[in-house]
T-cell receptor, first 110, second 115 residues
């Protein structure tokens, strides 16, 4: 079992709709959670970080964390073609080591 | 915006050549990393450093070596490049310590092609 699991996709989302991305992790002691966006051929860039249970909103992005279920998600509202990218979930485990998921590819269709 | 720079951005080199990928950051971060990523595939940590004179191997075995003589500089060297080394190499950095805000910031990457 991988330490951080994501559906690889592609997740096809109509323009203007909500994209919902999921991530589960195995280390129950994890405290820090990050979502990165990576365009094809580019390096990952940080979108959101979340540390406490609940929702955290930043513009069109909302991160949701449920430590009891070991689950973190990212919602993208009003999806735009520019949101088409691979989204990487990263989890900092109890040993302080950051683990990346394999990423979910999102394709926003006009 | 992160201030972490990688050179060269793109390199095509022949088999057997020695190459060094440069990485510098101006944020004063103690911790630095090298990741390897093939197109469409996941990130693999190959080296990291906690600070000057500290280097550690990552999760993925790599024939490359690294050095950390200065805080801001973390070069990666391949003594004899092979086609199997063709990949994107991403340098990153973060603050040291176990604070929850220790975000990793990435450079723009170095694309290496060995022919």
């Amino acid at each position: 079992q991988k330490e951080v699991e994501q559906n690889s996709g592609p997740l096809s989302v109509p323009e203007g709709a909500i994209a919902s991305l999921n991530c589960t992790y195995s280390d129950r002691g994890s405290q820090s959670f990050f979502w990165y966006r990576q365009y094809s051929g580019k390096s990952p860039e940080l979108i959101m970080s979340i540390y406490s249970n609940g929702d955290k909103e930043d513009g069109r992005f909302t991160a949701q964390l449920n430590k009891a279920s070991q689950y973190v998600s990212l919602l993208i509202r009003d999806s735009q073609p520019s949101d088409s990218a691979t989204y990487l979930c990263a989890v900092k485990g109890s040993w302080g080591k950051l683990q990346f998921g394999a990423g979910t590819q999102v394709v926003v269709t006009p | 915006e992160a201030d972490i720079y990688q050179t060269p951005r793109y390199l095509v080199i022949g088999t057997g050549k020695k190459i060094t990928l440069e990485c510098s950051q101006t944020m004063g971060h103690d911790k630095m990393y090298w990741y390897q990523q093939d197109p469409g595939m996941e990130l693999h940590l190959i080296h990291y450093s906690y600070g000057v004179n500290s280097t550690e191997k990552g999760d993925l075995s790599s024939e490359s070596t690294v050095s950390r003589i200065r805080t801001e500089h973390f070069p990666l060297t391949l003594e004899s490049a092979r086609p199997s080394h063709t990949s994107q190499y991403l340098c990153a950095s973060s603050e040291l310590g176990d604070k929850t805000g220790n975000t990793i910031y990435f450079g723009e990457g170095s694309w290496l092609t060995v022919v």
